[in-house]
């Protein structure tokens, strides 16, 4: 199989999926047993549209409006009015990445088979992706209750022809214009079909998806960046002794610990601390840096085992049974379970910025720094050093630390109360990743100062660690400047946050420690 095609069947799909079509633009085909699957379920949906009974979503309102009988003349109007009625959001538009992701993992509950759509719908959806056409989606319009409604309404009003969705070449233009220019055919919606598209935790599981693939790397570039402040500070690495954790078996707390101690591997600053100016213990910054980001480290792999869950589930509502043959309204629609999690992780991710923020204040004071010169400045008083690089990475953990209060204790009942307890799922995700990437930011600045440090002192006659000098050696050639007098920083700190992110600074590293766990 090609590596740059997605195949989507009936049994969910895998992070690594939605990554590649989200990120990486990857080719999206329905499997032959999708297409199966969907065209038994709406065999199912067709007879019980033609009995008398109403069936709520295939002959019925929608809602606190589900009282109804819809009659047949006016069930493709109802599957219509329905899409553009809930396109109904507001303020800027979402990123690219998170639309993609979020049309694909409706596409993977379509191919379930218990949702009752025709196969047509799914191609059409696996078409847009295809063509590299994005729906225009904003960021206000979904409670995360009955899924994700306002932006998955705003794709869905994409497949029929109508709204604005940006091209290929980034243009936003009328939606039946790029469908036209890239011989897509708009979707006529029948029975049930306008809902399917609409009730889903598609939104916020994308960006969970996405947040945690970006967390897993930001944690492995704080294990590094705390332990280029240990060998800065002339702290001891005996604290990261495996036998030390193996007593305290949170998985996650060994895995930092360890993949510190080998950073710290054969370097001429650490156990420093019984010198010049004797201390018993390292601070709690610097000592307890295993157990803050291995807590981080168990947090990401409890929010892997919630969205490996959603991403093998169906979530519709109603739902099809095509064993029994039935249609059966539920509330699998309802976000808490994602909201949750969304909300623990950028707590946790305030809690990383924190305890980095903390070592980075450590390596400016020069009554805490153990001989290191004010701010690291090259003549302290005419230079400021980084002085005000601190200052904007505090910034930035406030900032965290605001969006570390969760969204998911705030229900706002709606519809006519018939909605009347919510899950708010999708502004977890979103300030989520506003997290992140606040916290890439807070790591780059640790990162920066911890290598000016440890530049300094070289000077001074101590080595440190491979480790060390491989990540100085790729961050110099990176652009980012190293010690001397002061210079314009935005630009620095820029290219340091560059390189934390795009997984530099772990590449640097592993080229003297291989993989880090």
């Known amino acids: 199989m090609d590596m740059h095609t997605v195949v989507v069947g009936t049994s969910g799909t895998t992070a690594e999926d939605v990554i590649a079509v989200a990120r990486k ?34 002959s019925t309102g929608f809602g606190a409006l589900a ?19 809930h396109a109904a959001g507001m303020g800027p538009h979402i990123e690219r990445e998170v639309v993609r992701a979020l049309m694909f993992l409706r596409l993977k509950t379509l191919a379930s088979g218990h949702t009752g759509v025709r196969p047509e719908v799914a191609q059409t959806i696996a078409d847009v992706l ?43 233009r009328p939606a039946g ?14 029975e049930k079909e306008g809902l399917a598209l609409l009730n889903g935790t598609d939104g916020m599981l994308g960006m969970l998806v996405m947040a945690l693939a970006d967390l897993k790397d930001l944690y492995t570039a704080a294990d590094v960046t705390a332990a280029l402040s240990l060998e800065a500070l002339l702290g001891t690495d005996r604290v990261l002794a495996p036998e030390l954790h ?45 157990q803050v980001n291995g807590a981080g480290r168990d947090t990401l792999a409890h929010g892997r085992l919630v969205a490996d869950r959603e ?13 029994e043959g039935r249609v059966e309204s539920n509330g699998n629609f309802h976000g808490a379970p994602v ?34 010169p004010p701010f690291l400045a090259e003549d302290a008083g005419v230079d400021s050093g980084l002085m005000i690089a601190q200052y904007t990475q505090a910034a930035l953990v406030s900032e965290l630390k605001r969006l570390a209060v969760p969204a998911s204790v705030d229900s706002i009942p709606s519809s006519g109360m018939q909605e009347d307890h919510v899950s708010m799922g999708w502004s977890a995700a979103r300030k989520l990743r506003t997290a992140v990437a606040g916290l890439a930011r807070i790591v780059a600045v640790e990162l920066y100062a911890a290598t000016r440090a440890v530049e300094l002192r070289a000077a001074e006659g101590l080595i440190p660690g491979p480790a060390a000098q491989a990540v100085i050696g790729a961050l110099r050639a990176a652009g980012v400047q190293g010690p001397g007098p002061d210079r314009f920083l935005a630009p620095d700190l820029a290219a340091a946050d560059a390189f934390v992110r795009e997984g530099k600074l772990v590449d640097a590293v592993e080229t003297v420690t291989g993989p880090l766990d």
Request: with cysteine.
């Open 177 to 190: 214009e790029l469908l036209a220019a890239h011989g897509i055919t708009p979707v006529e919606l029948r």
């Open 25 to 58: 633009d990857a080719r999206v085909e329905l499997s032959e047993a999708a297409v199966e699957a969907l065209c038994a379920a709406r065999r199912i949906v067709d007879a019980l549209a033609a009995k008398p009974e109403p069936v709520y979503g295939v």
């Open 339 to 372: 909201a949750y999690v969304l909300d623990f992780l950028a707590i946790a991710a305030a809690d990383l910025g924190s305890i980095t923020e903390r070592r980075t204040d450590r390596l400016l004071d020069k009554n805490r720094s153990h001989g290191l």
């Open 67 to 85: 009282g109804r009988h819809i009659s047949p003349d006016l069930r493709a109007q109802l599957q219509r009015n329905i899409v553009r009625s």
């Open 246 to 290: 193996a007593i305290r078996p949170h998985p996650g707390q060994g895995v930092s610990a360890a993949n510190m101690l080998r950073v710290l591997a054969g370097s001429g600053l650490t156990g420093h601390h019984q010198d010049a100016a004797p201390r018993v213990q390292d601070a709690y910054s610097v000592r307890c840096a295993p």
């Open 130 to 172: 295809n063509a590299g056409i994005t729906p225009v989606v904003h960021e206000y319009g979904s409670l995360g209750c009955s899924g994700d409604l306002a932006p998955l309404s705003h794709c869905a009003l994409t497949l029929m022809g109508e709204g604005e969705a940006e091209g290929p070449d980034g243009t936003v």
């Open 311 to 323: 991403l093998a589930s169906a979530v519709d509502n109603p739902v099809v049974l095509p064993g």
